[in-house]
């Protein structure tokens, strides 16, 4: 059988080759640049999302997104619209409009059911984002924490604005040890900006110090496409959403992979680990929305 060209690009081949990994025939249809119509429902139904961005100076940046559903539209097979997000400030409207590159990755914390796009984009005028998309496909469920959103309130509430720093303070190195979830944001050239889930039982993320994080690397999809990524270039960014107010901890950086599993062993169930280097740090204020824990995910290490 004839397959098209490979569609990784050569740093997640590394990491898969890295790895051990051969994916196979499922090598070459891992994502379309088309949405199919099962997944534009799925976005549409949407309240909440994040969001990978590259700023002027390359370091990157997660981005936790929040709205009613329909706040990310599909408006034909190639195009996305997501809402305004007057939370987050400038800052994500700057850096959309200065590398025109995104990342999203949709998630349903209820049904433990994620999609990732990756693609172009440009600001409108009334600030909304629209995406053309390159890279669409569904993910695994695994370590998705279940969880239930309260209803949005009327008139969200933005409790300050953002605070900036360039390491944790003792309160922000307390919410990562007590972490559940955090997205991942890296680049590539070839394949753009790119949004991932972590998760695992709380406190799978270990605060080394007030600029050094430490977390697993357990068994998931053997795509790579975060790791492939940071094969390439390290920099990386990191963000945890508060699930209890609406807020969110931004931290950019660089992440260097462990690839000894030997050196992973007293982790339990991870395969590698990874060593987060913080650059800056930035708390984004309430929003007023908060999301009720249900059950942990049953891959989670025990």
Excluded at 89 to 107: H, N, Y
Excluded at 190 to 205: I, L, N
Excluded at 230 to 245: E, K, M, T
Aim: net charge negative.
């Amino acid at each position: 059988m004839a397959f098209p060209t490979n569609p990784y690009h050569t740093g997640e081949l590394a990491a898969q080759r890295r790895a051990g990994v051969d994916l196979g025939e499922r090598a070459y249809q891992p994502f379309r640049p088309t949405i199919p119509a099962p997944a534009s429902t799925f976005l549409e139904a949407q309240t909440f999302a994040v969001a990978a961005t590259v700023d002027e100076f390359g370091q990157r940046w997660g981005w936790v997104l929040r709205g009613r559903p329909g706040f990310v539209s599909v408006l034909d097979e190639r195009t996305v619209r997501i809402q305004r997000q007057g939370h987050l400030g400038p800052r994500f409207i700057d850096q959309v409009t200065a590398t025109g590159t995104l990342g999203l990755l949709a998630i349903e914390f209820a049904t433990r059911r994620r999609a990732k796009l990756k693609g172009t984009a440009s600001v409108e005028a009334d600030e909304s984002i629209v995406m053309h998309t390159e890279r669409v496909y569904s993910l695994c469920p695994k370590y998705i924490q279940q969880r239930v959103p309260e209803p949005v309130p009327d008139e969200p509430v933005h409790q300050g604005s953002t605070a900036e720093a360039c390491q944790l303070s003792e309160r922000q190195a307390a919410w990562i040890a007590e972490a559940d979830t955090f997205f991942f944001a890296t680049y590539h050239d070839d394949s753009g900006a790119d949004a991932s889930h972590r998760g695992g039982p709380p406190g799978f993320v270990t605060v080394k110090d007030d600029r050094t994080l430490e977390f697993p690397d357990y068994r998931g999809n053997n795509m790579f496409n975060t790791f492939g990524n940071l094969v390439a270039d390290p920099r990386a960014g990191l963000v945890f959403p508060d699930f209890n107010a609406g807020g969110a901890l931004q931290l950019t950086g660089s992440a260097t992979v462990d690839w000894d599993s030997v050196a992973a062993r007293d982790l339990p169930g991870a395969l590698r680990r990874v060593e987060f280097r913080v650059e800056a740090v930035v708390e984004l204020g309430s929003t007023g929305q908060s999301w009720q824990l249900q059950s942990y995910s049953p891959h989670n290490p025990r």
